[in-house]
């Protein structure tokens, strides 16, 4: 029990470097992701054949395969094919390769979302746009687009607490993540070694940060719950 | 000369052809009631003078300037052509995330129709002309279809179109709720508008309009003023359709 007691801060120390790792993942992931995910979505709802086609491709190729797979054919491939690693072998090197995966997967979920969400906003609202002689983009933007959030709220907040826990995957190319650093008292970290038990708390973490994720995203749809869509 | 005249539209959706060649003239002032079956073209055809549909070939000219011609325009000259004509839908597309006011404002401010006080003070006269200044800050959600269709009267207003086309006004909305709308469109007429009403409501259209066409199969098979065309209905298809319609009521 002292044991314990003497490894825990050491453990919470590593948990909470780990942690911050996940954290910038995270942020970094839907800075990108999100807005990738609409130009995305406008390219798959395109009325020219090829580029929607290209796009309803990609997605489902990115879509259909586990993103554990894709972070390691995006940081390996250069490296086996073209004999030229460009993310270099360093800790920046695997945090941007992971970071890069990470966007593009969430894009093409995000981008379905959008569509979704787009397509769902009755036609007779862009047509009243029409009728007042408003241009495309402001149809989009003044008439489209908060009904379409409101729409997209429950689907994305569902989205991006998996993506919380998604992170934990970049450990496969070695990114140092909330997992990896648990993992790490198993074959030994920081003068302890064969202990699960860091494993465990690390859920603690995931659990309390979905929390507060979980109160943002209420907060949101109460706040456009002044309208019906 | 005419405010509207159309010539020889023809539109259709796949192999169905929905307008054969219809052809009518409006004067300022005054107004039309477009009646027949459903699926007799006459949504089909205010859609078309919207420009939300286009017609394959014909014309139509307002103030003797040729909108259209049966070909493609730019962007830019088509936002110009809507802004002619209004449209209120039988479904009111409100937008809901805004309130009353902002629904009826939204378009002129986004269209630099005026400065923001004027746009306000000429939007608060449009409210209180369909009955609703007390509604003013409410959002769509909160008032009755009846309600909700006379800010969408107010909202066509705004823009202070040419020609205001109706489709079906009523036809959402509860029986008992479609006296105030119809109240509303009535006051119009005493206020110059120019309309363009497509309706099942006989009562209506006979009492309101100046003239009425009656639609079947994409053609205009009568026109007329009321009087000739409910109490003299000359084509066989007309008289039918009165027939079968007195049966329902």
Same mark, same amino acid.
Not at chain 1, 36 to 48: C, E, V
Not at chain 1, 182 to 199: C, Y
Not at chain 1, 205 to 223: A, C, D, R, S
């Given at each position: 029990?002292?044991?314990?007691?003497?490894?825990?801060?050491?453990?919470?120390?590593?948990?909470?470097?780990?942690?911050?790792?996940?954290?910038?993942?995270?942020?970094?992931?839907?800075?990108?992701?999100?807005?990738?995910?609409?130009?995305?979505?406008?390219?798959?709802?395109?009325?020219?054949?090829?580029?929607?086609?290209?796009?309803?491709?990609?997605?489902?190729?990115?879509?259909?395969?586990?993103?554990?797979?894709?972070?390691?054919?995006?940081?390996?491939?250069?490296?086996?094919?073209?004999?030229?690693?460009?993310?270099?072998?360093?800790?920046?090197?695997?945090?941007?390769?992971?970071?890069?995966?990470?966007?593009?997967?969430?894009?093409?979920?995000?981008?379905?979302?959008?569509?979704?969400?787009?397509?769902?906003?009755?036609?007779?609202?862009?047509?009243?746009?029409?009728?007042?002689?408003?241009?495309?983009?402001?149809?989009?933007?003044?008439?489209?687009?908060?009904?379409?959030?409101?729409?997209?709220?429950?689907?994305?907040?569902?989205?991006?607490?998996?993506?919380?826990?998604?992170?934990?995957?970049?450990?496969?190319?070695?990114?140092?993540?909330?997992?990896?650093?648990?993992?790490?008292?198993?074959?030994?970290?920081?003068?302890?070694?064969?202990?699960?038990?860091?494993?465990?708390?690390?859920?603690?973490?995931?659990?309390?940060?979905?929390?507060?994720?979980?109160?943002?995203?209420?907060?949101?749809?109460?706040?456009?719950?002044?309208?019906?869509? | 000369?005419?405010?509207?005249?159309?010539?020889?539209?023809?539109?259709?959706?796949?192999?169905?052809?929905?307008?054969?060649?219809?052809?009518?003239?409006?004067?300022?002032?005054?107004?039309?009631?477009?009646?027949?079956?459903?699926?007799?073209?006459?949504?089909?055809?205010?859609?078309?003078?919207?420009?939300?549909?286009?017609?394959?070939?014909?014309?139509?000219?307002?103030?003797?300037?040729?909108?259209?011609?049966?070909?493609?325009?730019?962007?830019?000259?088509?936002?110009?052509?809507?802004?002619?004509?209004?449209?209120?839908?039988?479904?009111?597309?409100?937008?809901?995330?805004?309130?009353?006011?902002?629904?009826?404002?939204?378009?002129?401010?986004?269209?630099?129709?005026?400065?923001?006080?004027?746009?306000?003070?000429?939007?608060?006269?449009?409210?209180?002309?369909?009955?609703?200044?007390?509604?003013?800050?409410?959002?769509?959600?909160?008032?009755?279809?009846?309600?909700?269709?006379?800010?969408?009267?107010?909202?066509?207003?705004?823009?202070?179109?040419?020609?205001?086309?109706?489709?079906? @006004?009523?036809?959402?909305?509860?029986?008992?709720?479609?006296?105030?709308?119809?109240?509303?469109?009535?006051?119009?007429?005493?206020?110059?508008?120019?309309?363009?009403?497509?309706?099942?409501?006989?009562?209506?259209?006979?009492?309101?309009?100046?003239?009425?066409?009656?639609?079947?199969?994409?053609?205009?098979?009568?026109?007329?003023? @009321?009087?000739?065309?409910?109490?003299?209905?000359?084509?066989?298809?007309?008289?039918?359709?009165?027939?079968?319609?007195?049966?329902?009521?």
């Amino acid at each position: 029990m002292s044991d314990f007691l003497e490894q825990l801060p050491i453990v919470f120390d590593a948990l909470n470097e780990g942690f911050l790792q996940t954290l910038k993942l995270f942020v970094i992931t839907l800075l990108g992701a999100l807005p990738l995910g609409l130009i995305l979505s406008f390219g798959s709802m395109s009325k020219f054949k090829p580029l929607s086609g290209l796009i309803k491709t990609v997605v489902w190729i990115v879509r259909g395969s586990p993103l554990m797979i894709q972070l390691l054919i995006i940081y390996y491939f250069p490296g086996i094919v073209f004999d030229n690693n460009i993310w270099g072998s360093g800790l920046d090197g695997r945090f941007v390769a992971s970071a890069v995966a990470f966007i593009i997967n969430y894009a093409c979920y995000f981008s379905e979302i959008y569509r979704g969400g787009i397509q769902g906003v009755p036609v007779g609202q862009q047509e009243a746009g029409k009728v007042l002689g408003l241009s495309k983009t402001q149809i989009f933007f003044k008439v489209t687009l908060l009904q379409m959030v409101k729409r997209i709220v429950p689907p994305m907040s569902n989205e991006i607490i998996t993506l919380v826990k998604d992170t934990s995957l970049a450990r496969i190319i070695a990114m140092q993540e909330l997992i990896w650093a648990g993992e790490a008292f198993l074959t030994g970290s920081r003068g302890i070694s064969g202990q699960i038990w860091p494993l465990f708390f690390t859920a603690i973490y995931y659990l309390v940060f979905n929390g507060v994720l979980t109160i943002l995203f209420g907060k949101i749809e109460k706040k456009l719950s002044y309208f019906k869509v | 000369m005419s405010l509207l005249e159309v010539r020889n539209i023809s539109k259709s959706f796949g192999k169905v052809d929905v307008l054969k060649d219809v052809s009518f003239t409006l004067e300022k002032g005054e107004v039309l009631s477009v009646i027949g079956s459903s699926g007799g073209g006459k949504t089909t055809l205010l859609r078309c003078l919207n420009f939300l549909e286009f017609a394959e070939k014909g014309q139509i000219i307002v103030n003797g300037e040729v909108l259209y011609d049966g070909v493609a325009v730019n962007d830019k000259k088509l936002r110009e052509n809507r802004l002619h004509f209004g449209l209120v839908f039988q479904n009111f597309n409100l937008f809901p995330q805004y309130n009353v006011l902002k629904n009826i404002t939204l378009a002129p401010k986004l269209l630099k129709k005026g400065t923001d006080e004027e746009i306000e003070a000429d939007a608060r006269r449009l409210i209180e002309r369909v009955g609703l200044s007390d509604k003013i800050e409410n959002y769509p959600c909160e008032l009755s279809g009846g309600q909700q269709q006379r800010v969408a009267i107010a909202r066509a207003l705004a823009l202070n179109p040419d020609i205001l086309c109706f489709d079906e @006004p009523t036809s959402a909305l509860d029986p008992e709720l479609t006296g105030e709308v119809l109240k509303v469109i009535k006051g119009l007429k005493n206020g110059d508008s120019t309309m363009i009403v497509v309706t099942h409501e006989m009562g209506f259209a006979k009492e309101v309009s100046d003239k009425i066409i009656f639609m079947a199969d994409g053609i205009i098979e009568e026109m007329g003023t @009321p009087d000739e065309i409910f109490n003299h209905p000359k084509s066989e298809k007309t008289k039918a359709f009165f027939s079968k319609s007195l049966e329902n009521l």
